[in-house]
């Protein structure tokens, strides 16, 4: 009896190593002698590889502990290999490989899974070329990023921000997050659709917010996953949009109200044409506008909740914030009406405690590319066709960059930093085209509620989860109350 168990265990024990071994065999071994300078590492197990380490731990209050694993057994290397979203990687952690990865568009591109592609879409930016993708760049940020179409927002988005935190004032408890969510993306459809038709924004929203939890799942295409009700939203979201782009081509067709109405984004895509007169096809205008409307709301609606909770958990912060945001109102000629983009520029102090929110915070875990060639990094090999994870997460947290990192503290601004140490919206040629959008969103905003209101946080020990995005459990289920004047 006893034989028998021994060989039980010594079969076990064998399948076992072999098991582990077989993204080795897989990726590492064919690569010859080459393997020999792949960065240190582990792919784990065939087929989830390190999945469910990285769900563990972003599952659990200290999410670090995934890349600590890293580095308390491979050393601070700040590179390494891994198996992840299907696929061989290699996870970079240090500013200096970041900046390399995401700025050499020659030796790196676009690498999503393809979970990502298949909901964001095909044809977005997260697929595309570099020359298609700088081409379809070069005519969107103007209609968000320009110093005159910023103008034309701002007053639409401080009309919806002062409406809003009155209408909260009035409403008892509010998940802060939710509604914070619900006005940001109101703001993004205006500007990419004109629309404001409440039945077709929260359709929208609500299809966004199932898409968004797919996104960091994992691909397991069947009913009760997230995945798979992430594909049904997309598919969901894709009938709105062509509904959309049916009405605005039969509007066309029949010249209804010619230059009655300034073009919004979706007008920008359908009436664009390249040199050889060829329009975008359906799929292609649906998939961009996806791509932007759903990148557009969710950051912007998370910082702006998550500054405006560090700010009322840090008084003195708070206090300078506000009397920088006083002096904008008394040096303001008696005749203006509302903020111009030229005092949103001036607010420096709020500008430190934005970045401080969006380093804390790391709304976007990493950004994904895949080597068009061998590459070589400090000294490791990044073989062709493998993925490159720019692992924003340990930049922002490194202690050495930034000391005490999960503190807020908007001071430590005041000094300048290198390229490559703080990556809120990515870098280079693929940097988010939103960020001045956003960032005016999330000011507008901050401005308003410091001069007038305070948040009365309901659990303030509630518990923190990070996936898809960090947040609050109960999405900070507060009050929002309306000060006195001073």
Request: hydrophobic share 40%; net charge positive.
């Amino acid at each position: 009896m006893e034989s028998i168990w021994i060989v039980f265990v010594a079969i076990v024990g064998g399948v076992l190593i072999l098991l582990k071994n077989v993204n080795w065999l897989l990726y590492e071994y064919k690569l010859g002698l080459k393997r020999y300078s792949l960065p240190p590492g582990d792919m784990g197990w065939p087929l989830i590889g390190n999945m469910w380490s990285f769900l563990r731990a972003f599952k659990s209050n200290h999410p670090e502990s995934f890349m600590d694993s890293f580095v308390k057994r491979f050393g601070k290397t700040g590179i390494y290999k891994v198996f992840m979203f299907g696929n061989p990687s290699v996870i970079v952690t240090t500013p200096e490989t970041c900046k390399r990865v995401l700025t050499d568009d020659e030796k790196f591109v676009p690498g999503w899974p393809q979970s990502t592609i298949e909901l964001i879409g095909e044809k977005s930016f997260i697929k595309m070329s570099f020359e298609e993708h700088k081409r379809l760049r070069r005519l969107t940020s103007s209609s968000i990023n320009g110093y005159e179409s910023l103008s034309v927002y701002l007053k639409y988005i401080e009309e919806n921000v002062i409406t809003s935190l009155e209408k909260w004032t009035h409403m008892g408890e509010i998940e802060f997050l939710t509604q914070m969510r619900k006005l940001t993306f109101k703001i993004i459809l205006h500007i990419f659709l004109s629309s404001e038709s409440e039945p077709v924004m929260e359709a929208l929203e609500k299809e966004y917010t199932t898409l968004n939890i797919g996104v960091r799942a994992m691909r397991i295409n069947f009913p009760g996953f997230a995945f798979h009700n992430a594909l049904k939203a997309r598919k969901n979201l894709v009938a709105i949009f062509q509904s959309i782009v049916d009405k605005r081509r039969s509007e066309r067709k029949e010249k209804l109200s010619p230059g009655q109405k300034a073009k919004d984004m979706m007008d920008a895509l359908i009436d664009v044409k390249d040199e050889n007169g060829k329009i975008l096809g359906d799929d292609e205008i649906i998939d961009i506008m996806l791509m932007y409307l759903n990148a557009g709301h969710e950051s912007s609606g998370h910082i702006t909740m998550w500054a405006t909770y560090f700010l009322q958990r840090h008084p003195e912060f708070f206090r300078k914030a506000k009397e920088e945001q006083e002096e904008i109102i008394r040096k303001r000629p008696p005749t203006q009406k509302g903020l111009k983009l030229e005092e949103v520029r001036k607010m420096e102090y709020l500008s430190k405690v934005i970045d401080e929110t969006m380093r804390v915070v790391t709304f976007s875990l990493m950004v994904f590319r895949e080597a068009t060639s061998d590459v070589n990094i400090n000294g490791y090999l990044i073989p062709k066709g493998w993925k490159v994870l720019t692992w924003f997460r340990s930049v922002h947290l490194d202690p050495e960059i930034y000391p005490n990192p999960k503190e807020f503290n908007p001071e430590r601004w005041n000094e300048v930093h290198k390229a490559g140490e703080f990556l809120p919206f990515g870098a280079g040629t693929r940097l988010c085209p939103g960020n001045d959008l956003a960032k005016l969103e999330i000011s507008v905003f901050l401005h308003h509620f410091l001069l007038n209101y305070k948040l009365e946080q309901l659990n303030p020990k509630s518990p923190v989860m990070f996936l898809p995005h960090t947040r609050p459990v109960d999405n900070c289920r507060a009050r929002i109350k309306k000060q006195s004047a001073a």
